[in-house]
């Protein structure tokens, strides 16, 4: 039987989803919990890994068992073995060709920014932070720039795994509410640090120090060097991957609801 979850995190304690040789993951909390649950390994394939201090509100994850256990039971007895600042908000049986990161039509994340003189305090690591006003005018002309099929080279990280520089970025759609920004973005897919990277440009261009039309010469350029600095973690969210309706799988939780910014 092959099951699909849906994972809600906090990612401030954790050196992101995968697994790694050095710090905390959340991939590994997962298992840890799945094989108490089962008694059995684990090994779960994520829709998209997220570095570092990135939250999740909606990362899919599949994996094959030869347990028959009811869906509610996938979500109440992983949720009474994982640490507090992680949940399995749903899980759902899928056919055997389902691959939570193969089958998704796009992945979706979202960035809060706090625009205020004063840094964040009771939402310290939720959020990200500027204190020069920023202009959505300005903003929106760059983004409408980066929509489309793009080298985005020169917003990716050094360490990037991903085979070609080469995504279509479907959207950006920019909103505030009171002093907080929201920034979601939509792709086929994204390079490492792609969006810390464009949030430090569109930043840039928001309180003026650069152009609009920047941004076009910072794509162009296919140089890391071009761009602005990677921007904080912090306000990142990974708000889960687009599937075809024919697997039944829900596009967002209740999550989504309480995120700063609509």
Same mark, same amino acid.
């Given at each position: 039987?092959?099951?699909?979850?849906?994972?809600?995190?906090?990612?401030?304690?954790?050196?992101?989803?995968?697994?790694?040789?050095?710090?905390?993951?959340?991939?590994?909390?997962? +298992?840890? *919990?799945?094989?108490?649950?089962?008694? $059995?390994?684990?090994?779960?394939?994520?829709?998209?890994?997220?570095? &570092?201090?990135?939250?999740?509100?909606?990362?899919?994850?599949?994996?094959?068992?030869?347990? +028959?256990?009811? +869906?509610?039971?996938?979500? !109440?007895?992983?949720?009474?073995?994982?640490?507090?600042?992680?949940?399995?908000?749903?899980?759902?049986?899928?056919? &055997?060709?389902?691959?939570?990161?193969?089958?998704?039509?796009?992945?979706?994340?979202?960035?809060?920014?706090?625009?205020?003189?004063?840094?964040?305090?009771?939402?310290?690591?939720?959020?990200?932070?500027?204190?020069?006003?920023?202009?959505?005018? !300005?903003? $929106?002309?760059?983004?409408? $720039?980066?929509?489309?099929?793009?080298?985005?080279?020169? /917003? !990716? *990280?050094?360490?990037?795994? &991903?085979?070609? %520089?080469?995504?279509?970025?479907? $959207?950006?759609?920019?909103?505030?509410?009171?002093?907080?920004?929201? /920034?979601?973005?939509?792709?086929?897919?994204?390079?490492?640090?792609?969006?810390?990277?464009?949030?430090?440009?569109?930043?840039?261009?928001?309180? #003026?120090?650069?152009?609009?039309?920047?941004?076009? +010469?910072?794509?162009?350029?296919?140089?890391?060097?071009?761009?602005? %600095?990677? /921007?904080?973690?912090?306000?990142?969210?990974?708000?889960?991957?687009?599937?075809?309706?024919?697997?039944?799988?829900?596009?967002?939780?209740?999550?989504?609801?309480?995120?700063? #910014? &609509?």
């Amino acid at each position: 039987m092959r099951l699909a979850l849906g994972i809600s995190y906090n990612g401030l304690a954790y050196q992101g989803w995968q697994s790694q040789a050095t710090g905390l993951t959340v991939q590994d909390r997962l +298992e840890t *919990a799945l094989r108490q649950f089962t008694t $059995q390994r684990i090994t779960t394939l994520c829709a998209g890994r997220t570095d &570092a201090g990135v939250h999740g509100l909606m990362q899919v994850i599949h994996f094959d068992t030869l347990l +028959e256990r009811p +869906e509610s039971a996938w979500v !109440r007895g992983p949720n009474a073995l994982l640490p507090h600042d992680i949940a399995v908000q749903w899980a759902k049986v899928v056919p &055997a060709g389902f691959h939570c990161r193969a089958s998704a039509r796009s992945r979706r994340y979202a960035y809060v920014l706090l625009d205020s003189p004063v840094r964040p305090s009771i939402d310290t690591g939720r959020v990200g932070w500027v204190y020069q006003p920023l202009a959505l005018d !300005r903003m $929106q002309q760059a983004a409408e $720039q980066l929509i489309g099929e793009h080298d985005f080279s020169s /917003f !990716r *990280a050094s360490a990037c795994q &991903a085979l070609s %520089p080469v995504k279509h970025l479907m $959207q950006i759609n920019i909103s505030r509410r009171g002093a907080y920004w929201r /920034f979601e973005f939509e792709a086929n897919a994204f390079l490492h640090h792609m969006i810390r990277n464009l949030m430090g440009c569109l930043i840039m261009v928001g309180d #003026g120090r650069r152009h609009p039309d920047w941004v076009n +010469e910072v794509l162009a350029a296919r140089d890391r060097d071009a761009a602005a %600095p990677t /921007f904080s973690p912090h306000g990142l969210y990974f708000l889960g991957p687009r599937y075809d309706p024919v697997w039944g799988l829900p596009e967002q939780t209740v999550l989504f609801d309480g995120l700063p #910014g &609509a």
